[in-house]
Each structure stands twice: as structure tokens, then as C-alpha cells.
């Protein structure tokens, strides 16, 4: 199983971005993906998941209302929404494909990570 995250960048506070996942390898139908992040320094640390049928969304408070995730399952791709970006949403940013169709925050419960998108954001 292959991700492949694309769509950062350098952006100013306030604009937004759109991350796309696409996982190859594996048909995306039956599992959860999530979106994780990790500042310089800092571990890296959940941002949401999506379930398996798109129904069942988590987010990381931090992000709630600004980031939204979604799927599109024919074209095996995720992808993350980040409105009102702020400075402290800088990060690299990275999908992973969880073990079952539900999944938390927690990264053990991801088996496959892709290689990371870099999201900046200046003041």
C-alpha cells in the first residue's frame, strides 16, 4: 500500500488549502484514513479521520471548524479542506490508512503512512 500526499505549500494566515491522499494498492472502500501533522520539534499529532462510508468524521479540536475531510472512494483519494489557516497550522502533513473501518486518534491505529506534505503558513 502507496500514499501519496499532495497540495501544501506556503500560504498567509487567513487563506486556505486543499491536501489530496492518493493510496494505491489497496482498494480504500473498507478502511478509515486519517490526516496527522508534525510541527519542527514537536510529535506528530492527529488532526481527523474519516470512517470507511464518509459517514463518521473526528477532528482534533484545534482544528474543528476550520479542516474538513472528506473521500472520494472510486478515486481512492482523501482529502483534507484547512480554511482560515493560521501560523500555528504549520506542519508537515501526512495520511495514513487505519487497520479497520473506524479509527481514532491514536496512531497506532494506522498501518500505512504516506510521505508527508509541508504546509506553511506566515503571519
Known amino acids: 500500500v502507496q500514499l501519496q500526499a499532495s497540495g501544501g505549500g506556503l500560504v498567509q494566515a487567513g487563506e486556505s488549502v486543499k491536501l489530496s491522499c492518493v493510496v494505491s494498492g489497496s482498494p480504500l472502500a473498507d478502511l478509515a484514513i486519517g490526516w496527522f501533522r508534525q510541527a519542527p520539534g514537536k510529535e506528530r499529532e492527529f488532526v481527523a479521520v474519516i470512517g470507511w462510508s464518509g459517514g463518521a468524521t473526528i477532528y482534533a479540536d484545534s482544528v474543528k471548524d476550520r479542516f474538513t475531510i472528506s473521500r472520494d472512494n472510486a478515486k481512492n483519494t482523501v482529502y483534507l479542506q484547512m480554511n482560515n489557516l493560521k501560523p500555528e497550522d504549520t506542519a508537515v502533513y501526512y495520511c495514513?490508512?487505519?487497520?479497520?473501518?473506524?479509527?481514532?486518534?491514536?496512531?497506532?491505529?494506522?498501518?500505512?503512512w504516506g510521505q508527508g506534505t509541508q504546509v506553511t503558513v506566515s503571519s
Open positions: 495514513a490508512v487505519a487497520r479497520k473501518p473506524l479509527a481514532g486518534r491514536d496512531r497506532q491505529d494506522y498501518a500505512y
